[in-house]
């Protein structure tokens, strides 16, 4: 079963706009981190978040997690079409143990 | 080499043949995962190897499926007796370390179509 369940499925906005995906998860978590997926292509690393943060930053990624809720948001701001793609939420349970994966939020961003 | 490599990128099978997927990690990650993914979907853990060892088998779905890696670097997964449900991207990760933060570096995947 998926550990992490994102929200939207799908979002679609326009170039310039800021993109927000949620992700809920329901064990308690190490780690959690983005991956971003281009169609057709393996995925790609985006950010981790250890479970004591409650909030990181790389560039125009920001992603936060509330652990009381078993939650976390990403948000890209100023999105670019370049920015079109799946976006997964990935947790683990301990230090060591398998990354379970969400079912992604699939982003397209219009010029 | 430089990033994670998948071979076959495509495979088409008839059901019930044998198919071995293969997976050259980044050189020194001691970590190695398998995954499958179907159209729409999030990837679906299946192995994960630290070293030459299954640390987690937990996610094969039965019997036909087996992986091994037997000198801690390439890993081959193994599908017996295949069938349509089999049909999907086999993706394939590697991590410098399988305890800490795990960061995964995925492969572009290999495609599996059973007719």
């Known amino acids: 079963s998926q550990q992490g369940e994102e929200d939207p499925q799908a979002l679609s906005i326009q170039e310039g706009e800021n993109a927000t995906m949620n992700c809920s998860y329901k064990t308690s978590i190490n780690n959690l981190q983005w991956y971003r997926q281009n169609s057709g292509r393996g995925l790609v690393h985006l950010i981790l978040i250890r479970s004591n943060e409650r909030e990181k930053h790389s560039g125009r990624l920001r992603v936060t997690l509330d652990t009381s809720k078993k939650s976390s948001s990403l948000l890209i701001t100023a999105s670019r079409a370049a920015d079109t793609a799946s976006y997964f939420c990935a947790t683990d349970a301990r230090s060591g143990s398998r990354l379970t994966f969400g079912e992604g939020t699939q982003l397209t961003v219009n010029p | 080499g430089a990033g994670v490599s998948q071979t076959p990128s495509n495979k088409v099978t008839e059901k019930g043949k044998y198919v071995e997927l293969r997976c050259d990690p980044i050189s020194g990650h001691t970590a190695l995962y398998w995954y499958r993914q179907s159209l729409g979907q999030g990837p679906e853990f299946l192995i994960y190897f630290q070293g030459t060892g299954a640390a987690d088998d937990s996610g094969l779905p039965n019997d036909r499926f087996f992986a091994v890696r037997p000198e801690g670097s390439v890993s081959t997964l193994k599908i017996q007796r295949t069938e349509r449900g089999d049909s999907a991207v086999y993706l394939c990760?590697?991590?410098?370390?399988?305890?800490?933060?795990?960061?995964?570096?995925f492969g572009a995947g290999s495609r599996l179509t059973v007719l």
């Open positions: 990760a590697s991590s410098r370390t399988g305890a800490g933060a795990n960061v995964l570096t």
